[in-house]
């Protein structure tokens, strides 16, 4: 993923870039303790109400003032807590110059009506709605909420409209885990200007404040012997997170809000963009712990990050129990022991000599076109391709999948996931379970670099009811049969309204036989 500067501008960058490394008015210094997000939570009634005011706003990003787009007047966006069966009702207040929406990445709910569709775009300074349902067997975990916006979620999203989604109902998977402390840590990466505001164009190798929760290096507290749940999401536009804590090794149990089904530990974490860990922390010996971000590179066409401590953990105080895991871990279908309906392949392809065009299967995004039709019911195989230099994020809305091979060769099953990167020059395998009915609808699958997703690196899918396939098929040129996501247009379409119960849908995985 290079820069896509002009040559004299890309000088020109240069060297405000180099002054701003020197600028001493630009070094940070250590925070104080890692805050908590605000948050929007829910009643009796498991309702969710949000307001989220996209607005140019003087903001602190770290330690340092800028002006950017960002929601509700903060860097540090508010937390969306809701839970199985509850309902999210969120007003999109755009106070911007420029169009956005929403998208509520990773979450297992419709894309028809008011729910999570791309298709629908909030004019500036005006109000979009959304109403979440979520079903009662939605899998808990972290989750989030951003601009998705057609060659304009980049930046925005750079600049800070996006924000952590939380369901509740993981420690209840584990009762053990009852009054252990959950933290939420909301990772970012905000480019440095010298204008004070928001670039203008991103540029993903340039010098950057990396942030937990808004906060430059904050201190983060725990006891020796104490356990912490720990949610990392990684809501920035195109960094990657390399990340340990120094000596020490975490239990991951949840990948991606899926939890996992066995035992996974590990002393390093990568989360790329999109991706969300829920691991438990084990409080040391009393001492001062780094929470580094180590150098990355996406291979030679690509980028590289410079290391950096992102936090430091401080263990200190009176000694606890540890609380170890004695559950049984939740148990997921293994989709390789499924029968696959259909094989697809997917090639990822940067441009040979446009650096701003990225194409899947040759073709750039066409909102008004379907690219590939679905049967409900169905499970699916595809193998998505890399021939080029610099990794690739997959990601599909709506549902998620299950990796069963990385460069051909097959890998273990610990869960599902909802992103996963594609190695340069590599492959990677997944089974796609298209068995919940709450998917019906179209919606996207995307590399979530965003820069790739702007240039073109994003296709779209219509999930259908099998007697509607054939007409679905029909009108993929034209959008398919769902339009905008909007039931009169599927009305118009079928004949039918899309919520039609008449005919039978197939179980969701993983529910009652």
């Not at 057609?150 to 939380?166: H, T």
């Not at 203008?200 to 950057?208: H, L, Q």
């Not at 937990?212 to 960094?239: K, M, S």
């Not at 398919?480 to 119960?501: K, P």
Request: glycine share 8%.
């Amino acid at each position: 993923m290079t820069s896509h500067t002009p040559r004299a501008s890309r000088w020109c960058l240069g060297v405000a870039l180099a002054f701003l490394a020197a600028d001493a008015a630009y070094a940070e210094t250590t925070t104080d303790d890692l805050r908590e997000p605000k948050e929007f939570t829910y009643g009796a009634d498991g309702i969710t109400t949000v307001t989220l005011t996209a607005a140019l706003s003087k903001v602190m990003v770290g330690n340092t003032p800028y002006e950017s787009l960002v929601f509700n007047g903060d860097y540090d966006a508010p937390v969306i807590r809701t839970r199985p069966g509850g309902t999210i009702r969120l007003t999109l207040d755009n106070r911007m110059d420029e169009l956005t929406n929403l998208h509520f990445h990773g979450m297992q709910v419709s894309p028809l009506d008011e729910g999570d569709s791309i298709f629908r775009l909030t004019d500036p300074h005006t109000k979009g709605q959304y109403v979440l349902r979520l079903p009662t067997e939605h899998s808990p975990g972290p989750y989030w909420y951003h601009s998705h916006f057609n060659k304009g979620a980049e930046r925005q999203v750079s600049g800070g409209i996006s924000g952590p989604i939380l369901v509740d109902g993981l420690k209840d998977q584990f009762p053990e885990l009852r009054d252990v402390r959950e933290r939420v840590l909301v990772l970012r990466n905000f480019q440095k200007t010298f204008t004070g505001r928001l670039a203008s164009e991103i540029v993903t190798g340039a010098p950057s404040i990396r942030t937990i929760n808004g906060q430059y290096q904050p201190d983060i507290h725990i006891r020796p012997g104490e356990t912490q749940l720990w949610h990392l999401l990684n809501v920035d536009a195109n960094q990657y997170f390399r990340i340990r804590l120094d000596g020490l090794r975490v239990q991951v149990i949840s990948q991606d809000a899926d939890t996992v089904v066995k035992d996974v530990v590990a002393d390093e974490l990568l989360i790329g963009p999109s991706a969300r860990v829920s691991a438990l922390v084990v409080g040391p010996v009393a001492g001062r712990y780094p929470l580094a971000l180590g150098r990355a590179n996406t291979g030679p066409a690509g980028d590289s990050y410079a290391g950096v401590v992102l936090g430091t953990l401080v263990s200190e105080g009176a000694a606890m129990p540890t609380v170890k895991i004695t559950s049984a871990y939740p148990q997921a279908r293994d989709l390789t022991r499924e029968p696959v309906a259909v094989r697809r392949r997917f090639v990822f392809q940067d441009s040979e000599d446009d650096p701003n065009a990225f194409f899947i299967n040759g073709r750039r995004f066409d909102p008004e076109r379907v690219d590939t039709t679905v049967k409900l019911g169905d499970v699916e195989e595809w193998t998505l391709f890399n021939p080029s230099q610099e990794l690739h994020q997959f990601h599909i809305h709506q549902l998620d999948f299950q990796v069963t091979k990385i460069n051909g060769k097959a890998v273990d099953f610990v869960g599902y996931r909802d992103n996963v990167f594609i190695p340069a020059l590599g492959s990677i395998t997944l089974r796609i379970p298209f068995t919940d009915p709450v998917i019906l609808g179209k919606f996207v699958y995307h590399c979530h670099i965003m820069e790739h997703e702007d240039g073109g690196m994003m296709q779209v899918i219509q999930v259908v009811r099998p007697g509607d396939y054939d007409q679905a098929v029909t009108l993929e040129p034209l959008g398919g049969i769902y339009g905008d996501n909007q039931s009169c247009v599927y009305l118009r379409n079928t004949g039918r309204t899309a919520l039609d119960e008449s005919a039978p849908s197939p179980r969701p995985l993983g529910g009652a036989p």
